[in-house]
T-cell receptor, first 115, second 115 residues
Framework: QQQVKQSPQSLIVQKGGISIINCAYE??????FPWYQQFPGKGPALLIA?????SEKKEGRFTISFNKSAKQFSLHIMDSQPGDSATYFC??????????????FGQGTTLQVKP | GAVVSQHPSWVICKSGTSVKIECRSL??????MFWYRQFPKQSLMLMAT?????????EQGVEKDKFLINHASLTLSTLTVTSAHPEDSSFYIC???????????FGSGTRLTVV
């Protein structure tokens, strides 16, 4: 119930295209869903995050779509650029209980944007 | 704002020795910090949660005596890998919750190589 499942494992997109990464969770107590971008040898950096009271959040070229009933959320990267080539992780956390604040990460998606 | 500084960025040590990794919150007080381990091309695995002034909470399967965590102040948490072995070679990343919000910020990671 603590798992967050992420797909696809890898993704190749042409420059200017749309990159879509999906995540699914089981624990309905999760109430914070961030996406992180990680470059080789670096720590993850927060891209965008959403709470379950909204269905979509957009920041620049990055959009999170959230489907509470399906327990799924996705990251859309519009106009993908070669500089977006990185590994992307979805995550989830909940407040309250002894597990307060723990981020549960998805398996990661390696994105390659071809020029 | 909300920067976490992690040192060293890389370290090579001999088998059997101990290595200390520091994680500092530069512009905020971090009551709670998290330590992750990441193997190549894999996701972040939470090792432990450290709370200022109290004992760390370790995830199942993580050896407490091998991975010593100290969170003596609101701005510093340390991870000491004791009696390191080659299988401990990995990328270690710390993270901190930012205030009472859901946000988490990550350090830049430490690449540990045990020879």
């Amino acid at each position: 119930q603590q798992q967050v499942k992420q797909s696809p494992q890898s993704l190749i997109v042409q420059k200017g295209g749309i990159s879509i990464i999906n995540c699914a969770y089981e624990n309905t107590a999760f109430d914070y869903f961030p996406w992180y971008q990680q470059f080789p040898g670096k720590g993850p950096a927060l891209l965008i995050a959403i709470r379950p009271d909204v269905s979509e959040k957009k920041e620049g070229r990055f959009t999170i779509s959230f489907n509470k009933s399906a327990k799924q959320f996705s990251l859309h990267i519009m106009d993908s650029q070669p500089g977006d080539s990185a590994t992307y992780f979805c995550a989830a956390s909940k407040r309250g209980s002894s597990n307060t604040g723990k981020l549960i990460f998805g398996q990661g998606t390696t994105l390659q944007v071809k020029p | 704002g909300a920067v976490v500084s992690q040192h060293p960025s890389w370290v090579i040590c001999k088998s059997g020795t101990s290595v200390k990794i520091e994680c500092r919150s530069l512009d905020f007080q971090a009551t709670t910090m998290f330590w992750y381990r990441q193997f190549p091309k894999q996701s972040l695995m939470l090792m432990a949660t450290s709370n200022e002034g109290s004992k760390a909470t370790y995830e199942q399967g993580v050896e407490k005596d091998k991975f010593l965590i100290n969170h003596a102040s609101l701005t510093l948490s340390t991870l000491t890998v004791t009696s390191a072995h080659p299988e401990d070679s990995s990328f270690y990343i710390c993270s901190a919750r930012v205030g009472t919000l859901y946000g988490y910020t990550f350090g830049s990671g430490t690449r540990l190589t045990v020879v």
